[in-house]
T-cell receptor, first 114, second 119 residues
């Protein structure tokens, strides 16, 4: 079955540091890959996505590239801000007659200190 | 409203009682999903609706769990004879669904969740 392995947290960085959160996956076929973010006190929201190999998803300064050869979708940001403090979830979905249920990693809690 | 809503936001119940959790998806979204998140764990898929049908119930953990959807809108997740291990945040998500013209409409929009505590 499908699975997502995500870098364990928590991760604490200083403001303006470079961020990488690792994510690797196991899946049959050609899944879509996602990063979701949950800010304190808020619901889960989509941060970025990629639907095929070598696609790069980007949003709010975050980037992730769909690497089929390494089955990875690592999240990066060049200069983090305090407002980026949140829990980040890597996820994938297959496609089965309209069913695109998500398989999630366990989440990585990120804290940025000023 | 513009987003997915869920009610109640918090529910505390005694072991053995039944509970109903409600989800109002975004209008026009034909696909609806239920997930749960137990403390310290990732989100687990429970059930998928396409319209009012549930072609994938593979994530329901036991026959105490059931769900329905009516009018291609509201969905209710029912847990009978609740157990302490049912304590979790239950999340609902909806999406337009499908792939058309080479584009995928698979982004899922999540509700705020219902935090269920079984004493």
């Amino acid at each position: 079955g499908n699975s997502v392995t995500q870098m364990e947290g928590p991760v604490t960085l200083s403001e303006e540091a470079f961020l990488t959160i690792n994510c690797t996956y196991t899946a049959t076929g050609y899944p879509s890959l996602f990063w979701y973010v949950q800010y304190p006190g808020e619901g889960l929201q989509l941060l970025l996505k990629a639907t095929k190999a070598d696609d790069k998803g980007s949003n709010k300064g975050f980037e992730a590239t769909y690497r089929k050869e390494t089955t990875s979708f690592h999240l990066e940001k060049g200069s983090v801000q305090v407002s980026d403090s949140a829990v980040y979830f890597c996820a994938l979905s297959g496609y089965n007659f309209g069913n695109e249920k998500l398989t999630f990693g366990t989440g990585t809690r990120l804290t940025i200190i000023p | 409203g513009a987003g997915v809503s869920q009610s109640p936001s918090n529910k505390v119940t005694e072991k053995g009682k039944d509970v109903e959790l409600r989800c109002d998806p975004i209008s026009g979204h034909t696909a609806l999903y239920w997930y749960r998140q137990r403390l310290g764990q990732g989100l687990e898929f429970l059930i998928y609706f396409q319209g009012n049908s549930a072609p994938d119930k593979s994530g329901l953990p036991s026959d105490r769990f059931s769900a329905e959807r009516t009018g291609e809108s509201v969905s209710t997740l029912t847990i009978q004879r609740t157990q302490q291990e049912d304590s979790a945040v239950y999340l609902c998500a909806s999406s337009l669904g499908g792939r058309r013209g080479g584009l995928s409409y698979n982004e899922q929009f999540f509700g705020p969740g219902t935090r269920l505590t079984v004493l």
